[in-house]
């Protein structure tokens, strides 16, 4: 099927993708917003909430990179005409995955004080992390599950069913977030913190029913496991071996950064999670885009359609540069008024503001870095990746937080290094790319 690079034709995986890839941090932020403004212990809530989220936002992205394998390889074999090769392959690495999110629910269970105390937690907040971990966890594998049956999706070059199931997520999120927090008078007495975790624990149930029913229904991709394993199955491990490298590294930046957060005060790590997370909104808004680059480049790719490819990239960096400036712009119009959204407490909104317009200064380079991640994801480049963040987490943010950090810039310190950051895996990539696929481009 010939593969035309229009502005409707990206907004057709891009949009849906966009939709459903927010679920996640409308669920964040949801649970932010609402636990920031309890009656009781706001700021110690939302820092715990905070802190949690960043641990489980590591487990996730480092096995959730199944999306990305099975993403990579289906949409290569549907540019190759033969999908019928690697039909039961999801099946198998759903059945791989789930397995080993079991087990690191059973491993870090009885550790989670310990776990939460690295991250400089302590007292009511510390507690309030550790209620909130020992029930969020539980809904880790129905989350690894939904993520899998995504990447499906895409790699069969639709984006449309993963939308449908995460909008039927967040609703359902978001209606039990503020019956379960504060209390249905007369029929659910208010849960405050372990409200807002049992909530996200149904909808990702919810997600994963929904996301077996729409794949048995709506394609040929069995979830029945079958031996022996797919030849491709050693592909996908490597892919996840590599991402998984790669993911480590990426929540390496993430710790370090919540935990000099925290080291600064409960203001500060409360301020740090309501940007953190808004700066996550607006990552998997451009993530709609990147993720079209994502099933497009792996498709080109099979089909050696490399002039298409170089065409797509250049299509992109000029999608993703005016979807970044329009975040930025919105953010600039609602600046006033995002905020209270989270948090009444004076404190934290004072530090807050000292760093949101760093996150909305960021969103254009933010586009760059996610679009051509996504593309080179759909490539099935993941060693170049793995190696490119090694190197900018290791040799720029940590360095750099450690030297801002040492002139007591607080917030200002973590934002700046991660601006600078985003940079340094930006561009090698736009780079590499161009290296990789120019010449190959010109000859066909």
């Known amino acids: ?76 074999h549907v540019g190759a005409n033969k999908l019928d090769h690697v039909k039961n392959l999801p099946a198998q690495a759903i ?23 690295l991250y400089n937690a ?32 895409r790699g069969l070059q639709s984006t449309y069913y993963p939308m449908i199931i995460a909008i039927i997520g967040t609703i359902i999120n978001i209606v039990l977030d503020f019956a379960f927090v504060y209390g249905i ?58 991402l998984f490298v790669r993911t480590l590294a990426l929540n390496a930046t993430l710790y370090f950064a919540t935990r000099f957060a925290t080291s600064y005060g409960t203001e500060y790590i409360a301020a740090y999670t309501i940007a953190i997370n808004l700066w996550f909104l607006g990552a998997f808004i451009i993530d709609g885009y990147a993720s079209a ?14 002039k298409k490819l170089v065409e797509l990239s250049n299509f992109l960096i000029k999608c993703g540069l005016g979807v970044g400036i329009i ?20 404190k934290v ?22 679009i051509f991640d996504g593309m080179f994801k759909g490539m099935g480049k993941m060693k170049f990746l793995r190696n490119l963040l090694l190197l900018s987490t290791g040799l720029v943010f940590i360095p750099l937080l450690f030297l801002l950090d040492s002139f007591d810039l607080k917030l200002y310190a973590v934002f700046i290094a991660l601006t600078v950051w985003i940079i340094a895996r930006g561009f090698p990539l736009i ?7 120019l010449s190959l481009s010109q000859k066909t």
């Open 95 to 117: 059945f791989i995955i789930t397995s080993i999110s079991i087990l690191i629910i059973v491993t870090t269970l009885p550790f989670s004080s310990e776990i939460f105390k």
């Open 185 to 242: 008078e007369g029929i659910i007495n208010p849960m405050h913190i372990k409200g807002a975790a049992y909530a996200s624990v149904i909808a990702q149930i919810v997600m994963a029913i929904c996301s077996a029913y729409y794949l048995l229904k709506k394609t040929d991709i069995s979830l029945r496991v079958t031996f022996p394993l797919n030849p491709e199955i050693k592909t996908f491990i490597v892919m996840i071996l590599n």
């Open 293 to 306: 680059g994502n099933i497009l480049s792996g498709k080109l790719l099979g089909e050696k359609n490399y």
């Open 1 to 76: 099927m010939k593969t035309e690079i229009t502005l409707k034709n990206i907004n057709k995986l891009a949009i849906p993708a966009l939709i459903s890839g927010v679920a996640e941090p409308i669920l964040s932020l949801t649970d932010t917003a609402i636990i920031g403004n309890v009656d009781f212990n706001a700021a110690e809530s939302l820092a715990a909430v905070g802190i949690v989220g960043t641990f489980i936002s590591m487990l996730i992205w480092v096995l959730g990179q199944t999306r990305s394998a099975i993403s990579s390889i289906v949409s290569q």
């Open 349 to 370: 909104l004072e530090q807050f503001y000292n760093v949101f317009w760093i996150v909305l200064a960021m969103q254009p380079l933010c586009a760059l870095a996610f």
């Open 327 to 346: 975040l930025t712009l919105l953010g600039l119009i609602a600046y006033n008024f995002i905020g209270p959204i989270f948090t009444k407490d004076p």
């Open 431 to 437: 780079i590499k790319f161009r290296q990789l696929f």
């Open 122 to 153: 302590s007292g009511t907040i510390l507690n309030y992390s550790i209620e909130y971990y020992n029930i969020r966890v539980f809904g880790f594998p129905f989350t690894l599950f939904t993520i899998a049956i995504f990447g499906t999706f």
